[in-house]
DNA sequence: CCAAAAGTGTTGATGATACACCCATGT
DNA sequence: ACATGGGTGTATCATCAACACTTTTGG
């Protein structure tokens, strides 16, 4: 074709709640450019897999980790965004329930757990990719069943209501919470089981229901 | 870097509204492949030019319109979408007045608008992405400013809610949602002229406002 | 005067917030 | 018994759909 080749590479935002706070997964760079800097982990598009599938397979190669759910971002493509060549990336966003980080078997070594409010000064242009995944992600709590995604398979109303403060970072009514998760139809379903407490009354478990739009929306008044 | 060389385009899903229908900008393949088959228009990414910078070029040399609003919409990267070589196109949306199609000095000779409805069969993958950014369309319309970018510079509340009504597919009542776009701040301000009209009350031109995102929503019940 | 389209008032339904209250468990 | 957190009832308030009504023009 005679046009200017580009290299592709996929990018990835992980994000998870833990500890109160939400935490994107950073790597060390180990090679120029950017030496020694921490970035988001990515790598390059494969010549016979599609955008989706690379990003599914560097998500399991440098993480190991369970994925709750794994979208499309955006795409940067600035011609001086990578000093080598031109690169440009398709970013996705993945959100992942809280879990120990594998360190055998994976490039996850050298990777680590972040909060979003201490990662700046990333490489390359990803302190804005990054900003785009987590205004995706806070947007789409409120129209979307997507907090589930940062749960375990079977969990409480109390852990999903933290999901949401702990993204918005804002204190939600727990019995309004409440009342609005299980009056949406579809959102969640009951296993029966209920959690052993430390002081508490037991908490009914549930898993993530087949609904994955929400109507009405939950709207983060003002922000 | 030894990394297969990537082709890199950008796809334009350019929507408008006209005579009651929203419409999409097709270009008729000259080349192979899918010669004579319909397609979005788009082109390659050059060496120094940004992805936004691309799409922008794109738009202005292959229609000459007048840009309401144009944004990133998606990327598409399946190895088999084009049969030449690897191809991954980013994808942009762009939502413009209703206007007459420039014929002269424009790559847009060929280039006509079809309604959406009857746009299929296209080129590629082009398909999946006209649904994608109909879809963009229609979920933004609900909680941002972006239908005004279908209006001419000044305009009536009547002319702007056909076009929440042309790309919903249904109808809206009039006073309530007079009232809802009178009284939400920053969208509209009045230019103080008023239209001549042809058997009914004139009605007060508007201009956009500042305000681009919308609270609270206009939300399409069910859907 | 009549038709047509702009713009306003009012009402009842629906959903959100705030908060009092009860329930079930561990110590 | 009591502390702790799960879960429910209810009043108050904002928002919305529906529709009757008034206003301002052209014929």
Redesign the pocket.
């Known amino acids: 074709m005679g046009h200017p080749a580009v290299a592709v590479t996929v990018d990835l935002v992980v994000l998870t709640v833990r500890e109160d706070a939400l935490c994107v997964l950073l790597v060390r760079r180990g090679v120029e450019p950017h030496r020694g800097r921490e970035a988001l982990p990515g790598g390059f598009l494969r010549p016979d897999e599609d955008l989706a599938a690379a990003a599914a397979r560097e998500l399991a190669e440098e993480t190991g980790l369970t994925v709750g759910h794994l979208e499309q971002l955006a795409s940067y493509g600035a011609p001086d965004r990578d000093p080598r060549q031109r690169v440009v990336t398709v970013a996705h966003l993945a959100l992942v329930p809280d879990q120990p980080l594998p360190t055998a078997g994976t490039d996850a070594a050298d990777a680590r757990w972040v909060p979003v409010a201490d990662a700046c000064g990333l490489a390359f242009d990803h302190d804005r990719v990054l900003a785009d995944g987590v205004e995706r992600a806070r947007a789409k709590l409120e129209y979307t069943a997507l907090a589930t995604a940062f749960c375990p398979p079977a969990f409480?109303?109390?852990?999903l209501?933290r999901v949401y403060e702990v993204v918005w970072g804002r204190a939600?009514?727990?019995?309004?919470?409440?009342?609005?998760v299980?009056?949406t139809p579809g959102l969640l379903e009951p296993t029966g089981e209920?959690?052993?407490?430390?002081?508490?009354?037991?908490?009914?478990l549930f898993r993530r229901g087949p609904a994955d739009t929400l109507h009405?929306?939950?709207?983060?008044?003002d922000a």
Chains 1, 2 share one sequence.
């Open positions: 409480t109303v109390a852990q209501r939600l009514d727990p019995r309004n919470f409440h009342r609005k299980t009056g209920t959690t052993t407490r430390d002081g508490g009354r037991p908490a009914q009405p929306p939950f709207l983060r008044t």
